[in-house]
């Protein structure tokens, strides 16, 4: 009754200790930084357009090696961050 007089739906939350709108229950967060990825820079290539800008096939290519490095990172500090059993889906 109130969500059709006023519009909206009422939301309260409520975290840690009961505390509405408080601190939030804790959550483990695990950062793994890779290798750095080579890239020429602009200009360097013989592959970039003519107005200056950078082609698609490049794009695609370092786009290709991220993909493969960030899979690689995953399989390699999954078992020691709690995701063992998981595979990695990039969509």
Known sequence: RI????????????????IPFGIPYPKRIVVVIGEAIDVESEG??????DD????EERVDRVHKV??????ALFERHKVE????????RIV
């Open 3 to 18: 969500s059709r007089a006023v519009g909206v739906v009422p939301l309260v939350f409520w975290g840690r200790f009961g």
């Open 44 to 49: 360097s290539g013989d592959d970039d357009d």
């Open 52 to 55: 200056g800008g950078v082609s």
């Open 66 to 71: 991220f993909l493969r490095e960030l899979e």
């Open 81 to 88: 961050a709690g995701y063992g059993g998981r595979k990695l």
